[in-house]
């Protein structure tokens, strides 16, 4: 009995100091968004030009998509980036000074280009500009005219070939690749990239981009100024910004914390990727990427999806194995997370930056209600689930002080 008076004792002076300590840190945290309905969005990257087998494999992610309804009846969304063109290789071979060509989505691939439109028709798919392409244009006619053995799929197949069959450093489009470590492309050929980028994008979907995720995660503040000066307000990273890869191909990351809401230097508002669900890479599959959404749930987050486009678009196999486990995935967060409202990421961003704003899908002109937010003492939990996964040091003073108890105590009955 001594020892739990004298423990318990403690606990407000412990807590005094630990205030005090991390005000700030505390402070902050408790300032973010937390959402009373829970946001479900699926981010995909790299859908654009490709096989004819692609608008297939969309037009059957899109029936499985719509078997999943939120709290107001609306199907799930994916977001879609979309890579805009592909190059033209024919064109390059031919041209004496190395010049970049391109053909564009709509062109060399007409059918899923339409199958894209039915599932924005649908409400199912929402575009988002990824890039004019999905690797640095100038850099890949270069490598074109040497016959450099690192493009040597594409140069063999030219009318087969994606952007992933390139060496990974080729595959960033504002950075050249094409020499380790790799250089940041001038401003002047970023703003002529994103300015044709913006106006294609517009053409192709009737609406501009709101919202963009820079090709492998590579961009830097230029970029972001020139995407804020042709209207991209919203940026999707997976929770850091890397500006280029060193000599050994390694990512420098120039910003390593990104959180939901967080504002770039253009005052754009940046979203987080915190669930992945990429089987084809074998690591994250259905069950992981149902635990990770069960981590955002608890902290009142977006459950942020990221799948590729490849794990739908290669063998049969990997294809029904990769459907069958997002049906599995959103049929385990349906049956188990009250409140969901499926969104797209542009959709989200707007509903970061105006809260209390109509919901609106600017591709079909579909409104939904705006996204519930929580507040005061509701907040509790989840604030402290966020300062529980993110400060592994204070949680274990947590553990050493005692604090762990109360704490524990208030997520379960301030819910």
Known sequence: MTIFFTVFSILPLTLFVVLSWKYSLFKRT????????????????????????????????????????????????????????VPDIDKIQADPDA???????????????????????QGVLVPQLHGLEHLNGQAFAKLCQLNDSRIAGALADPKR?????????????????????????SSEKAQTLIAMAALRFTELFGYPSFSTVAPCYLWNSTIEKLWQQNGIKVIQTAGYRCDGRDKQGHYHQDRNLIRVGDLSESAQVYLVRNVMYEPVDGNN???????????????????????????YTRGVEDFQSSLQG???????????????????????????????TIIVNHFNDSHYMPLKRLSGFKKLAPFLWRLYYRHPKLVLLAYISGLIIPASLLCRYSK
């Open 30 to 85: 408790w300032q973010e968004v937390y959402f009373a309905d829970t946001p479900v969005l699926i981010e995909s990257d790299d859908w654009g030009p490709g096989e004819a087998l692609h608008a297939q494999r969309l037009l059957q992610l899109f029936a499985c998509l719509e078997t999943h309804k939120d709290s107001f009846s609306r199907a799930v969304v994916i977001t879609a980036d979309i890579v805009l063109s």
């Open 161 to 185: 070939w994606n952007w992933e069959s390139l060496d990974s450093p080729l595959q960033g489009h504002y950075v050249d690749g094409s020499k380790l470590p790799t250089q940041a492309i």
């Open 99 to 121: 010049g970049y060509h391109r053909k564009l989505l709509n062109e060399v691939s007409p059918d899923i280009y339409q199958a894209m439109m039915i599932g924005i028709k």
């Open 326 to 356: 997002l049906d599995q995935l959103l049929s385990a967060i349906g049956a188990n997370i009250a409140e969901l409202r499926f969104v797209s990421s542009p959709e989200l961003g707007e509903q970061l930056t105006k809260e209390h």
């Open 285 to 311: 599959n259905a069950d992981t990427a149902y635990k990770e959404a069960l981590v955002a749930y608890a902290q009142a987050l977006p459950i942020s999806i990221s799948t590729h486009r490849y794990n």
